[in-house]
């Protein structure tokens, strides 16, 4: 038997891992024993599909500030940890890996089914070379890449780092001009930064700098931010669903039509989203993710706070996984006038607006809208575009909230852009 027959035999069915994880978290992890304990529920109960909304929710409450707290194995056996890398003050939050979870489940087959697919469904081949612009301090995101690319594709790959003291945006790119990288793994703010840079150093982008493709992760894009990233790269960009907690969750296609489920990492459903003021249409809720890839730290029906929906109608590309349509992260809705809107709504409205910069950050405030953009505008200019958001918000939202436009001074420096200013 090939060795692509034998994966694709060993990891067509996602829910009998489902009831090994239970197991496994049943027998060696103090806290999911507990969790069954209360929920008075049994490993071996878990029958089937339907039998999978007994097993009780874990939120990131439950596992924050508890590096050792999912341990299913000795401490001696963990050869990795990664942290949350968010700028709150709230605990982090740890995962610990050990080598059979990074080196035999991180490398498993993306989907699964009919339409087997190597580790990721990408136009990224073994001949190609990655330039790879994701964080590998703390976070999880540049070793995930790194390791699924180079070891599960067999891609060449080039760690430059993300904005560290040896990874400066001009050494990334003279390295990528160097080496002719084919293409680009990086978030939404820094491909941004970087074209930019590119342009301030005098490298034309499509000459010295000719990617193939441009991927995105760690970040929220909307669909008019992509496209103003796909101008800036002359290039196709497509996008990656992750989380810490999880690992990949999603991942697009050459068909840019939704984000495939990494059905051979987690199983993922949808959950109502519990906010009353969230109005999200029929079948979009909050995805809960059951990690099936590490066994060291298991994680059964996560709360992620991403909100989305799942489709199964078929996909072109001719993946059996289904498909995430992306509404973004719970901390990404703003409350205005009493119902939560997304930014994402906002911004893929106003990157249209060639005088909206994509360095902005919003504020709400009861029915306000506050869009905060960099310094320069006149205040003519700054009325005029006041004028065009608010027509098209209150045309796409069918929302009579009010907009106003602020300046900021902030600078971009490689850290993780934040959209949504505190009140």
Known sequence: MSESAFLREQFVNPFTEVQEIAFLA?????????????????????????????????????????????????????????????????????????????????????????????????????????????????????????????????????????????????????????????????????????????WEVGYEIGKDLKPKSVWLAGESCSPGLRRRIEAMWKTDVFLCLTSLECGPIALECGEKNGMHISTGYVFAEIIPADDPVLKLAEGVGEIVATVLWRRSSPLIRYRTGLIGSIEDTACPCGLDSPRIRFWGRREEFLDVGGIRISVLEIEDSVMELSGISHWYSVRSADNTVTLFIPTGMSSEQRDDLKGKIEEKLRKQLRSSLSFEIQEHARVYKGEDWDRILSS
């Open 26 to 198: 049943y027998g060696c992890s103090e806290f999911y024993r507990e969790k069954l304990h209360q929920a008075k529920l049994k490993p071996e109960e878990i029958r089937s599909i339907a039998d999978l909304s007994r097993l009780p929710l874990t939120t990131r409450e439950e596992i924050q500030g508890k590096p050792w707290g999912l341990l299913t194995v000795p401490k001696s056996r963990i050869c990795q940890i990664h942290a949350s890398t968010s700028l709150s003050k709230g605990p982090r939050v740890y995962i610990p890996f050990s080598d059979d979870d990074l080196y035999r489940g991180g490398l498993r087959p993306f989907t699964r089914g009919a339409s087997f697919s190597p580790p990721l469904p990408m136009l990224v081949s073994e001949k190609d070379l990655v330039i790879n612009a994701l964080p590998y301090e703390v976070s999880h995101l540049g070793l995930l890449f790194h390791r699924i690319l180079q070891d599960g594709v067999g891609t060449g790959v080039v760690p430059v780092g993300k904005g560290g003291f040896y990874s400066a945006p001009e050494k990334t790119l003279q390295i990528m001009k160097d080496l002719k990288g084919d293409h680009l793994f990086t978030t939404p703010a820094y491909a941004i930064h970087l074209a930019e840079k590119a």
